[in-house]
Nanobody
């Protein structure tokens, strides 16, 4: 059973940067999709980026060019470097993991496609 633990959230002024981390434990497998999602009150959880263990990645429009997902497969850890943060980036950030690669999932981004989730880490930009 995969367990995910996020860290790195906090409060920052607009234009600032934060780096989130997510460690996956409970498996020796590395060939599974991992990604970052954001949730704000009153809205559904939105996909931000996904990455395979071979480095293939996808970023969504709202973070393209400002945020960068990366992965250390040997440690089953992903990161989310967030630069030029805006107030609208405020929310709870969740790490997600699938059972197979993003490619095999068809790069599906619906939260329901991911069985494993972290507890979330709060990011506040103001």
């Amino acid at each position: 059973h995969v367990q995910l633990v996020e860290s790195g959230g906090g409060s920052v002024q607009p234009g600032g940067s934060l780096r989130l981390s997510c460690v996956a434990s409970g498996t020796t497998n590395t060939d599974f999709c991992m990604g970052w999602y954001r949730e704000v009150p009153g809205k559904s959880r939105e996909a931000l980026a996904h990455i395979d263990d071979n480095g293939s990645m996808r970023h969504f429009a709202q973070v393209q060019g400002r945020f960068l997902i990366s992965r250390n497969s040997g440690q089953n850890t992903i990161y989310f470097q967030m630069n030029n943060l805006k107030p609208e980036d405020t929310g709870t950030y969740f790490c997600a993991a699938g059972r197979v690669s993003c490619l095999r999932m068809g790069w599906m981004s619906l939260p329901g496609a991911f069985p494993y989730w972290g507890q979330g880490t709060q990011v506040t930009v103001s």
